[in-house]
T-cell receptor, first 111, second 114 residues
Framework: QQPVQSPQAVILREGEDAVINCSSS?????VHWYRQKHGEAPVFLMI?????EQKGHEKISASFNEKKQQSSLYLTASQLSYSGTYFC????????????FGKGTLLTVNP | KAGVTQTPRYLIKTRGQQVTLSCSPI?????VSWYQQTPGQGLQFLFE???????NKGNFPGRFSGRQFSNSRSEMNVSTLELGDSALYLC?????????????FGPGTRLTVL
């Protein structure tokens, strides 16, 4: 089932912070975060694995609450380049693992 | 290193035809995954190939198929095209399993079915 992202859209001024949430109804093995700018391919931001391992960029942080099946992406001191649509992809593990993506959160950073 | 490349970038077909899309992964990457992106359904997983074997498959009909060659290049085929197949088709490569490794996406192939 598709994870639910919130908010659907957010507008920030440069320097402000934002939190994007991703919630699943299924137990999760991993959560993946991507950013996609209009007309471009998605770009990897972060992988959070069950057990606490994280792989990602230094300037972006995220959390993964395995019990609540939720993940949050934290964008601090936003820059204009942060604008884009943020997707979370969830994977429940098992033999037929696959990424199921949320509908995305549109982030707009204004000067 | 060169990034993931996809050909062609744009394609126009008519209903009932078939189409083959190509993806060349980053050198050294063994996993190639395919995704369909549409405004209505968003980003949806099609399948993953690893070392020439399909490892995982999403919820798409059998008209969607793929393969991977020994050099890790992958092709995706859609037979008997329908209007609803119009979408951006993205491929992504990773060194190991995409479940735990970073995926790098290609620019996509924009397919329009008339």
């Amino acid at each position: 089932q598709q994870p639910v992202q919130s908010p659907q859209a957010v507008i920030l001024r440069e320097g402000e912070d934002a939190v994007i949430n991703c919630s699943s109804s299924k137990a999760l093995y991993s959560v993946h975060w991507y950013r996609q700018k209009h007309g471009e391919a998605p770009v990897f931001l972060m992988i959070l694995l069950k057990g606490g391992e994280q792989k990602g960029h230094e300037k972006i942080s995220a959390s993964f609450n395995e019990k609540k099946q939720q993940s949050s992406l934290y964008l601090t001191a936003s820059q204009l380049s942060y604008s884009g649509t943020y997707f979370c992809g969830t994977d429940s593990g098992g033999s037929n693992y696959k990424l199921t993506f949320g509908k995305g959160t549109l982030l707009t950073v204004n000067p | 290193k060169a990034g993931v490349t996809q050909t062609p970038r744009y394609l126009i077909k008519t209903r009932g035809q078939q189409v083959t899309l190509s993806c060349s992964p980053i050198s050294g990457h063994r996993s190639v995954s395919w995704y369909q992106q549409t405004p209505g359904q968003g980003l949806q997983f099609l399948f993953e190939y690893f070392s020439e074997t399909q490892r995982n498959k999403g919820n798409f009909p059998g008209r969607f198929s793929g393969r991977q060659f020994s050099n890790s290049r992958s092709e995706m085929n859609v037979s008997t095209l329908e209007l609803g197949d119009s979408a951006l088709y993205l491929c992504a490569s990773s060194q190991g399993s995409f479940e735990t490794d970073t995926q790098y996406f290609g620019p996509g192939t924009r397919l329009t079915v008339l």
